[in-house]
């Protein structure tokens, strides 16, 4: 059993930074590759970024690109995701999920899994942008 802890979100300011951070216990988070997705208030849960197992390769969301970074440290069994130049409609309790690795990274890269198919998830933090 893998448990994931989300930390660091907050209220902040249109153009702040925030890192968020999600802890792994219970096993190691390296041969898991690992995701972000938030959830806004009325809205469906959405991808935001996830990064392979070995932190090589990494995938965003079209609205975030350029301004939240995804990155790991499996020494530490953390994953984080660097939000700059926030904007209000980041606002949003934000997710990090796990799913096993293993997988080819041409297929990695094909393919972003669905939501349901992670096998781990945090209980979310809070992000609040205003503007």
């Known amino acids: 059993q893998v448990q994931l802890v989300e930390s660091g979100g907050g209220l902040v300011q249109t153009g702040d930074s925030l890192r968020l951070s999600c802890a792994g216990t219970?096993?190691?988070?390296?041969?898991?590759?690992m995701a972000w997705f938030r959830q806004a208030p009325g809205k469906e849960r959405e991808f935001v970024a996830r990064?392979?197992?070995?932190?090589?390769?990494?995938d965003y969301a079209d609205s975030v690109k350029g301004r939240l970074i995804i990155f790991r440290d499996n020494a530490k069994n953390t994953v984080y995701l660097q939000m700059n130049n926030l904007k209000p409609e980041d606002t949003a309790v934000y997710y990090c999920?796990?799913?096993?690795?293993?997988?080819?990274?041409?297929?990695?890269?094909?393919?972003?899994?669905?939501?349901?198919?992670?096998?781990?998830w945090g209980q979310g933090t809070q992000v609040t942008v205003s503007s």
């Open positions: 999920a796990a799913i096993r690795g293993g997988q080819k990274v041409e297929d990695w890269r094909t393919r972003r899994p669905e939501g349901y198919e992670y096998d781990y």
């Open positions: 219970g096993r190691t988070l390296s041969s898991y590759n």
């Open positions: 990064i392979r197992w070995s932190g090589g390769d990494v």
